[in-house]
């Protein structure tokens, strides 16, 4: 809750402010590298002699620098970089050749630099891994602090700045960006191809993206595009055609949209989450290709970034939870207005509070429990160990439980609005969002004043304030889970089947909620119940990953040998940590898999996203958990 500055970056932001942000950008596929050239122009706000940046198994070549109100012409620049950590380094440039510094005066600062086989943010693909087998893939990940291997940056959330590109790539291939092309792109020599982008809304360096293949697009209106292999491009336009009311929606919450167009790319399966809210285009998984449009919340989730993440950002990774849980409040609202039932809301809440737990119990068995505190320390600490669903559902728990503090939705509404406007391109931490809550609403001044905030904020484990989540949807879910708890014959069996003969067409929200519950109870099943409920909700051919995970971890958690190979398909299709790691925990946790699960991640780390292959090292216990 204090004051104090982003424990997760090197550099020295407080003194040097980023103003623009401009890059020329090759891309090599022959030697899977990015040589990339910066051009940052910073305001001096503090007078240091060194300008210090993030980065991460970088090659570093040349830095020159000027000030324009003292010479046209840039000079070469000293630099060396700093103790290298787990986290990555310092790069120090020396700014004595430029004179003593004034506040307020321009620094302009070139950089070209190259990447590495070691970079954390580049996910590079041979043809043959892609859906067509014909051209290469490539395609970035730098939240949260991964931008700093691609490029010197000051890689934290508290910094923004519009930018511009240009992107050198071979013809026959396509680029996209967290960005706006400009123009169709024109050749630069034999076999080449240069294509402008342009960024004018501020953003921080982990919303920068780049994605380089064989993509084709499909236009939903006038703002709204999908991006994808041609292969599968058919699926995505039909899974997705709910975009623009999707959108509408948000803007009915939120405000208006303010980035122009809303563009989108589902990637190949090594993308390790659902999605990601990239300006401008946002990164999709294809495990949201389900053939009946039945996730698309997760399309709801990002878009909601556009204002929550996006717009409104968190000053460091401690605040995380300004990002996701208000993003996760105003999905469930989009939801709610989706399914026409206000009480849809706590319906998810609670469904999503078994992820929750998730969590919990995880961070407890790696002995970090502190990392569940809504507002963590993460001094001397990796953000990525801190990941998790906690942000999410803690933060949507609270910002429910204001709501109502408050007077409810109604109330409520023209308040976000409200919020997102005041705290628009200016990072924000969780003491200013608390004082602008208390301001707003003066009559509730006293009530909103007396609530535990510190224990809401730091304390580990659930959430400190809860509400009453009672609703039929839940209600509903929690009979039929009961009953299959009880069933333990064959005629109980049946008669499940028989009693619920219209659960096949119940919402996949339904199902999912249903089956997550079954799987926390952790019962050792029978085999012939467990096929029973295996064809009662169709499992075997489900496409809904949602659901084939839970019905896979309870098989293998029964001893059910049959379970084994869809897992095993499941971790070897799957990059999508979600998933991926719980269903690679659950092998290893049956001694009849374990070994195959680790030959299995052995013969498949080298196609996986950098990011999932370490983690999935750690569940496997290939490599120590981090520190």
């Known amino acids: 809750m204090d004051d104090k500055p982003d424990p997760n970056t090197f550099s020295n932001y407080s003194a040097f402010n980023i103003r623009s942000l401009h890059l020329d950008i090759e891309v090599c596929f022959d030697s899977k590298i990015l040589k990339i050239s910066t051009e940052t122009k910073f305001t001096v706000k503090q007078i240091e002699p060194k300008l210090l940046l993030d980065t991460e198994k970088l090659n570093t070549r040349t830095v020159h620098i000027k000030v324009p109100e003292s010479s046209d012409e840039y000079v070469e620049a000293a630099f060396e970089l700093q103790t290298e950590t787990s986290v990555g380094q310092a790069l120090c440039i020396d700014l004595s050749k430029v004179g003593p510094l004034k506040v307020d005066q321009e620094l302009l600062v070139k950089i070209v630099s190259e990447t590495t086989a070691d970079v954390t943010a580049l996910q590079w693909m041979e043809k043959e891994e892609t859906s067509g087998k014909e051209k290469p893939y490539l395609y970035t990940q730098c939240q949260s602090r991964f931008c700093r291997s691609l490029f010197p940056c000051q890689d934290t959330p508290g910094v923004k700045f519009p930018y511009t590109a240009n992107v050198t790539l071979e013809k026959g291939l396509a680029v996209v960006m967290s960005a706006i092309i400009d123009g169709e792109g024109t050749a630069t020599g034999e076999n080449k191809m240069c294509y402008k982008f342009s960024q004018k809304q501020p953003i921080p360096a982990y919303l920068f993206a780049i994605a380089v293949g064989n993509l084709v697009k499909h236009e939903f209106g006038h703002r709204c595009a999908v991006w994808t292999e041609p292969e599968i491009l058919d699926k995505c336009a039909y899974e997705f055609a709910d975009v623009e009311s999707i959108l509408q929606i948000a803007e009915s919450i939120c405000g208006p949209y303010q980035w122009t ?32 449009r039945s996730m698309v919340s997760v399309l709801a989730h990002e878009i909601t970034h556009s204002w929550t993440g996006n717009l409104v950002t968190t000053v460091s990774w401690e605040h995380f939870w300004l990002n996701e849980g208000w993003t996760r409040f105003i999905e469930d609202k989009i939801k709610a207005v989706m399914e026409k039932d206000e009480t849809y809301r706590k319906f998810l809440l609670n469904k999503e509070q078994k992820h929750l737990n998730d969590s919990l119990e995880e961070f407890e068995r790696l002995q970090k429990p502190e990392l569940t505190a809504l507002v963590p320390n993460l001094t001397n600490r990796d953000p ?102 009880e069933a333990s014959t064959a005629e109980d069996y049946d008669r499940m089947v028989a009693e619920y003969p219209d659960l096949k067409t119940w919402s996949q929200d339904l199902k999912i909620a249903i089956l997550g519950t079954l799987r926390e109870h952790e019962l050792i099943w029978p085999e012939d119940k467990f096929e029973k409920l295996t064809g009662q909700f169709e499992l075997r051919d489900t496409n809904n990953i949602e659901l084939r995970t839970p019905w896979i971890r309870m098989g293998l958690k029964s001893g059910i040998d049959s379970s084994i190979e869809p897992a095993l398909e499941l971790v070897k299709t799957c990059g999508r940590m979600k998933f991926l790691r719980p269903v690679y925990v659950s092998l290893y946790e049956n001694e009849s898999s374990r070994q195959r699960a680790i030959d299995t991640f052995l013969s498949m780390k080298q196609y996986m996203s950098p990011i999932s292959a370490d983690w999935v090292a750690i569940d496997l216990k290939l490599k120590s958990e981090q520190a």
Not at 272 to 292: A, H, R, W
Not at 397 to 406: A, F, G, R
Not at 427 to 456: C, G, M, N, S, V
């Open 261 to 292: 167009r809303y563009d989108f790319l589902v990637l190949p399966m090594t993308f390790p989450y659902g999605g990601m809210e990239n300006p401008n285009m946002t990164f999709l998984s294809p495990t949201l290709l389900t053939g009946d």
């Open 384 to 485: 990525e160990d801190a990941f998790s669903t906690v942000p999410y559902e803690k933060g949507c728990m609270l910002l429910t439980y204001v709501e109502s503090l408050v007077g409810g939705p109604e109330a409520f509404a023209p308040y976000i609005k409200n919020y997102v406007e005041t705290f628009k391109d200016t990072p924000i931490r969780t003491k200013a969002w608390l004082e602008h809550l208390i301001k707003y609403f003066p009559a509730k001044a006293d009530i909103l004043k007396a609530q535990p905030w510190d224990q809401i904020f730091t304390s580990p484990g659930k959430s400190v304030v809860s509400i009453d989540l009672d609703n039929p949807l839940t209600n509903k879910c929690k009979k039929v889970v009961q009953k299959w708890i």
